[in-house]
């Protein structure tokens, strides 16, 4: 009997230990599999917290010349306020390229719109220190006149003619247009050079039997002011009888270094660029009416009627290396001063991270 109750107790005894055994090894499991949750959690919680934002803060200086380049720049602006813009942006506007070069080479802007042939000229000036990330405009001149005597190229010979953008698109565009057609630029006709656009128009308007060459907007602003002005030829069509290549008037720059240290903040610029522009092409009465606030054009009327007209673009990428280095070439056979002396290298454009 007593033997009986020691193996009673002793079965007893086991089993408790068994079941407390069990019960610290579950209880183990378990906080290791806490604990693995746990590490788990952390290097998620680690790596969210690690994730690259954009590498600066601050905004985006970026500088535009009153008419068609800036017109497609505009609409980064309401992108940053309502918060569809990747970036934020501080958006300057200047009457003439010469005052924007300065502010480049200086490191006070970090981009800018500006004409193709000066993009090139700068790239050499500065050994490199700027590259184009896009072409932003097309061809947008226009020779206008009052009275009904210009239907061809032939027919400006002995004429003078108010132009601006002197040592840049305009000039080179209209030289090489006169040379094609068998015109000496500097002995056939006269070309009196003005600074900025507007003061074109303020001389076409008190001008006898005026001949211009005036980009857009500015050939509507000019038509809608005086009602005897007349398109006589679009220089897109005439270069295009000359030449087989596109014709561009702007291109956006970056500096070099910047774009070195912040590439991802190029890449984001080019995608709210790319949405800018198609709303410029796209939602002509709220672009037309940013156009006039930020003063791109006098008008929103203007701006509106203008913007069908501007061939305003974002070309980037191996099509905007092809279609620079192009026209950039047909620049420079005529005139190697036209971009600078030499043709850029591959290093000035801007192909991605």
């Known amino acids: 009997m007593k033997k009986l109750v020691s193996l009673l107790l002793s079965a ?12 610290s090894a579950g209880s183990t499991a378990a906080s290791s599999q806490a604990a693995s949750s746990e590490a788990a959690s952390s290097q998620a919680a680690s ?25 497609g720049l505009v609409n980064l602006l309401p992108m940053e306020e309502d918060g569809s813009a990747s970036l934020d942006y ?15 080479t200086k490191g006070e802007l970090d981009m800018a719109a500006i004409p193709a042939n000066l993009a090139a000229t700068l790239y050499q000036k500065t050994q490199g220190g700027i590259q184009v990330m896009a072409v932003n405009t097309l061809g947008v001149l226009y020779v206008v006149e009052k009275g009904d005597t210009v239907h061809s190229v032939a027919d400006l010979k002995g004429r003078t003619i108010l132009s601006t953008g002197k040592g840049t698109t305009p000039e080179y565009v209209l030289r090489y247009i ?7 630029p500097d002995k056939d006709v006269t070309i009196e050079f003005y600074s900025e656009a507007t003061e074109v128009t303020a001389q076409m308007a008190v001008a006898q039997d005026a001949i211009a060459v005036l980009p857009q907007p500015y050939v509507t602003s000019a038509s809608m002011q005086d009602d005897t002005l007349r398109v006589a030829l679009d220089l897109t069509e005439e270069w295009d009888k000359v030449c087989d290549t596109q014709l561009i008037t702007g291109v956006t720059v970056v500096r070099t270094e910047y774009a070195q240290e912040h590439p ?18 796209n939602d002509l009465d709220g672009t037309a009416a940013l156009c006039e606030e930020q003063g791109v054009v006098a008008k929103a009327a203007i701006a509106k009627a203008a913007l069908p007209n501007c061939n305003i673009v974002c070309v980037t990428g191996d099509e905007m290396q092809a279609d620079v280095a192009g026209y950039l070439q047909v620049l420079y056979d005529a ?17 991605g991270a």
């Open 12 to 23: 007893a005894l086991m089993l408790s230990l068994a079941a407390c055994g069990g019960s």
């Open 47 to 71: 790596a969210e917290s690690t994730a690259e934002p954009l590498s600066t803060t601050d905004p985006v200086r970026i500088a535009g010349l009153k008419g068609p380049t800036t017109m």
């Open 90 to 104: 501080d958006l300057q506007l200047y009457g003439t390229a010469d005052e924007i070069v300065p502010l480049l």
């Open 178 to 184: 006169l040379q094609q057609n068998g015109i000496d």
């Open 264 to 281: 991802d903040v190029v890449e984001a610029f080019l995608k709210d660029y790319t949405a800018s522009v198609d709303a410029a092409n």
């Open 335 to 351: 005139d190697p001063a036209a971009v600078g002396g030499a043709m850029p290298d591959d290093a000035f454009y801007w192909m």
